[in-house]
Structures are given as C-alpha cells and as structure tokens.
C-alpha cells in the first residue's frame, strides 16, 4: 500500500502551517462524509488546515467560472470531465498533476483513465470513478416478451420488432438524447476504429458518407421499435424518463445507461419483481474497440495558482487512497478507481460484488476500450446541435441526407470555434 514519504512523523515538526481551501459539489451525504474524511485528515497532518466549501450541483460552476477568472479558485478542486474544454483548453488550467506524484500514488490508476483527464500530456485531476453505458434489463419485461437478450445490433433490431408485435408501446430500450447519442458513437468506432473527434485538427474524422450512416442508424432502430422517437417521449412531458410512467409500470424494458444511474433506475420500478441486471454488450465482427463512452464520473484537481502543491496532493492522496479517508468517504463518489482503495471497501463489505454498478464496471472495463472519447463530444453545444437534429429527424422535417449534411457543417463550426 502506498504511503507518503514526504511528510514523515519526523519532517511534520519542522512544516509550516498550512491552510488549503477544498471545494466540491454534492448531497447532505456527500458532505458529511467529506467532511468526515477532512477530521481525519487533519488529525493525520496536524500542520495543515482544510477550509470546506461545498454545495449543490445547481450554481456550482458559476461560481468556479468566476472564482477561476479572477484567480481565486479553492487550491483543491471537485471538478467535472467535460469542463476541461472549458478551463484547461491546453491543459493548462490546472494544476499538472505529474508535477506531484511523489506525493500522489498514481499507480493506483488505469492508465486509460488517467489518460482521459491528460491534456497536452498534462495531468488535469485524479479520476476518482469511472463510468460507462451499459444494457441494463428489467429481466421480467423480458420474459414475458419471450425474447432473449440481443448479442448483435442485428438482434437489437430485432428485438424492438418483436417487442413491437406483441405490445405497440413496448420497447426494449428506452433512451433520451444523450443515450442515443453515445450509442450510435459506439457502433460508429467499432466500425471504422477511429474517434469521432479529432482535437488535433479541431475537427470531426467523420466524411460526409459516414455521417449519413450515422444518422440512418438512429432512424433504423427507432423504425424498427428498438426505443422511442424524441415525439413519443414528449408525450409523456418533460420529465427524465425514468421518472416517465412507462418505465415505472415496466412497459419499457431496459436502459443504456450509466453503471452509476442504473440503481436510479432500478429502484424507480414500481413492481418489486421487476429487476435490472446487465445484458450483453455485443460488438460488429472484427470489431478492434467497443466504442464506450468511457469518462470519470468526476475529478480532483489542484488550482494552477496553488501556493501548496505538495500538500495539495498529499489531500488528495488521503481521500483516494489512505486507509481513513477511503473508510470515510465510502461509495459517495462511486466506485473507486484506485486499487488500493476498491480492495478496501471490497473486503469491509462495502462494495457488493453482485451489485448492477459493480457488475457493469467489471463488464465495460474487461472490454476493449483504447479508443477515447474527447470531451468535446459532450460539449453542451454540441449535444444540443444533436438533440435538435435528431427531433427533426423524428418529426419528418428533415430527411437523414439532409439532416447529416446540415448537422455535420454545424457541428465543425462548434468545434473549430470551440478548440480555436
């Protein structure tokens, strides 16, 4: 187990006091485990002193946005992976965490997830979960359709015809914008091999050609009652669809989504004998790389204008990966990614093995996953230029041709402004 050399019993009488301001979003029970794990930190390193500033999601980023234009960010940072378009563009904006690993075991970490949060070769936080989409299935709705789960995007179609003949407002899957989104990318990398984005050239990879295909498949699984049109959600008002009565009564039959919102989910069921569990999730013939869209759930970063570095890192090691702070923040950030602190909570029985957020991490992580996906994919123009596509499309506005051709020149406009 990693342990910190810097500050040695013996090096702490000769530290100066040190106070570090630590800000991070989250619930009632996020806070009181972070604060928690603060005590302990402090009790560990008496020298240093952990002002809290914490909050709700809503204005959270407001608030750094101005703190970061003025210069005043907190020195540790809970920060999110598709902000770094936004603050670290160069990979500039925070904090290079490469600077401090004497102090910051970055061992415990995948390569691949460390990677996700490098910019320019700078290291811009500590992915402290990780998350990809995984098929998550109510398993009764299922039966009853008498139909297996799908180990081919053939069989997906398939089953949504099937879905489709037995009940016309049945579907196997049902998935909003952002879902959809993230899916076609994954049948689109698993094609061709390629990222959708190229940050290098401030542009798309995608020709023209296979924007259409790309379009054409999300008309191709909505025609074929795999899940439904953005018009059959609107119906149901604008409620998140979990919430919608559908999935509730368990008309709908499963998710692609997130293993840290599949408990959401699971639990907004209102039959006790509907359960999700992980399905398959199946790749082209000769596929090289699943496509997932593979993020961290959320980071921590040092400011780049942090006079404590040093102690910065030696935080943020304590909260990852020492003994009492991996105890006393549990699972209110998710699963861990570090080693040390997943075989931790494993053996203190806090991690369930069985559990569907555990089972979908071991399942999307086991999968060929080199291919990554920019942040840029999920920059909020972008997605919206989407969403917009995609309603008309389903409205009959718009042909996939047209649409493809008018979605493709928008979205490398989004790109060349943004990444400029």
């Given at each position: 187990?990693?342990?910190?050399?810097?500050?040695?019993?013996?090096?702490?009488?000769?530290?100066?006091?040190?106070?570090?301001?630590?800000?991070?979003?989250?619930?009632?029970?996020?806070?009181?485990?972070?604060?928690?794990?603060?005590?302990?930190?402090?009790?560990?390193?008496?020298?240093?002193?952990?002002?809290?500033?914490?909050?709700?999601?809503?204005?959270?980023?407001?608030?750094?946005?101005?703190?970061?234009?003025?210069?005043?960010?907190?020195?540790?940072?809970?920060?999110?992976?598709?902000?770094?378009?936004?603050?670290?563009?160069?990979?500039?904006?925070?904090?290079?965490?490469?600077?401090?690993?004497?102090?910051?075991?970055?061992?415990?970490?995948?390569?691949?997830?460390?990677?996700?949060?490098?910019?320019?070769?700078?290291?811009?936080?500590?992915?402290?979960?990780?998350?990809?989409?995984?098929?998550?299935?109510?398993?009764?709705?299922?039966?009853?359709?008498?139909?297996?789960?799908?180990?081919?995007?053939?069989?997906?179609?398939?089953?949504?015809?099937?879905?489709?003949?037995?009940?016309?407002?049945?579907?196997?899957?049902?998935?909003?914008?952002?879902?959809?989104?993230?899916?076609?990318?994954?049948?689109?990398?698993?094609?061709?091999?390629?990222?959708?984005?190229?940050?290098?050239?401030?542009?798309?990879?995608?020709?023209?050609?296979?924007?259409?295909?790309?379009?054409?498949?999300?008309?191709?699984?909505?025609?074929?009652?795999?899940?439904?049109?953005?018009?059959?959600?609107?119906?149901?008002?604008?409620?998140?669809?979990?919430?919608?009565?559908?999935?509730?009564?368990?008309?709908?039959?499963?998710?692609?989504?997130?293993?840290?919102n599949a408990l959401m989910y699971q639990n907004n069921l209102a039959a006790p004998k509907n359960k999700l569990e992980l399905g398959p999730f199946f790749m082209l013939p000769g596929a090289k790389d699943a496509g997932l869209f593979f993020k961290p759930t959320m980071m921590f970063s040092i400011s780049r204008n942090t006079k404590h570095p040093e102690e910065s890192a030696l935080l943020i090691n304590f909260l990852m990966n020492e003994p009492e702070g991996v105890k006393a923040l549990g699972l209110e950030r998710g699963v861990p990614l570090s080693q040390t602190a997943y075989q931790q909570l494993l053996q203190n029985g806090?991690?369930?093995?069985?559990?569907?957020?555990?089972?979908?991490?071991?399942?999307?992580?086991?999968?060929?996953?080199?291919?990554?996906?920019?942040?840029?994919?999920?920059?909020?123009?972008?997605?919206?230029?989407?969403?917009?596509?995609?309603?008309?499309?389903?409205?009959?506005?718009?042909?996939?041709?047209?649409?493809?051709?008018?979605?493709?020149?928008?979205?490398?406009?989004?790109?060349?402004?943004?990444?400029?």
């Amino acid at each position: 187990m990693f342990t910190t050399t810097l500050f040695s019993t013996s090096g702490m009488a000769l530290a100066k006091d040190v106070e570090l301001r630590f800000s991070w979003w989250g619930g009632n029970a996020r806070h009181q485990a972070t604060l928690e794990a603060i005590k302990a930190f402090e009790q560990k390193y008496p020298h240093i002193k952990v002002k809290a500033e914490y909050a709700g999601w809503e204005g959270y980023l407001s608030r750094l946005t101005t703190q970061i234009a003025g210069g005043k960010e907190p020195d540790v940072i809970q920060t999110n992976w598709n902000w770094l378009p936004i603050f670290s563009k160069y990979g500039t904006g925070f904090y290079d965490l490469h600077q401090v690993a004497k102090t910051l075991d970055l061992t415990q970490y995948d390569p691949q997830s460390l990677e996700s949060v490098t910019v320019n070769g700078k290291l811009n936080g500590i992915p402290v979960a990780a998350t990809a989409r995984s098929f998550y299935y109510n398993k009764e709705k299922w039966q009853e359709m008498g139909v297996a789960y799908p180990q081919s995007w053939d069989e997906l179609k398939a089953a949504g015809l099937a879905f489709k003949a037995k009940d016309e407002n049945s579907y196997p899957l049902v998935l909003d914008y952002m879902e959809s989104l993230t899916l076609l990318q994954s049948y689109m990398v698993q094609k061709y091999n390629i990222p959708a984005i190229d940050e290098k050239n401030a542009k798309f990879n995608y020709t023209p050609q296979q924007w259409e295909e790309f379009f054409q498949l999300y008309k191709d699984l909505v025609d074929s009652h795999v899940f439904p049109s953005k018009r059959v959600l609107t119906s149901y008002g604008n409620a998140n669809t979990w919430e919608m009565s559908p999935w509730i009564n368990g008309t709908w039959g499963g998710v692609y989504m997130w293993n840290t919102n599949a408990l959401m989910y699971q639990n907004n069921l209102a039959a006790p004998k509907n359960k999700l569990e992980l399905g398959p999730f199946f790749m082209l013939p000769g596929a090289k790389d699943a496509g997932l869209f593979f993020k961290p759930t959320m980071m921590f970063s040092i400011s780049r204008n942090t006079k404590h570095p040093e102690e910065s890192a030696l935080l943020i090691n304590f909260l990852m990966n020492e003994p009492e702070g991996v105890k006393a923040l549990g699972l209110e950030r998710g699963v861990p990614l570090s080693q040390t602190a997943y075989q931790q909570l494993l053996q203190n029985g806090v991690i369930k093995e069985d559990s569907i957020v555990v089972t979908g991490l071991k399942s999307f992580m086991a999968l060929p996953h080199n291919i990554p996906t920019s942040a840029y994919f999920d920059y909020p123009q972008f997605v919206a230029l989407y969403h917009e596509t995609i309603q008309k499309i389903d409205q009959g506005d718009l042909s996939v041709k047209d649409a493809a051709s008018s979605f493709a020149k928008s979205a490398d406009r989004i790109m060349k402004k943004t990444m400029k």
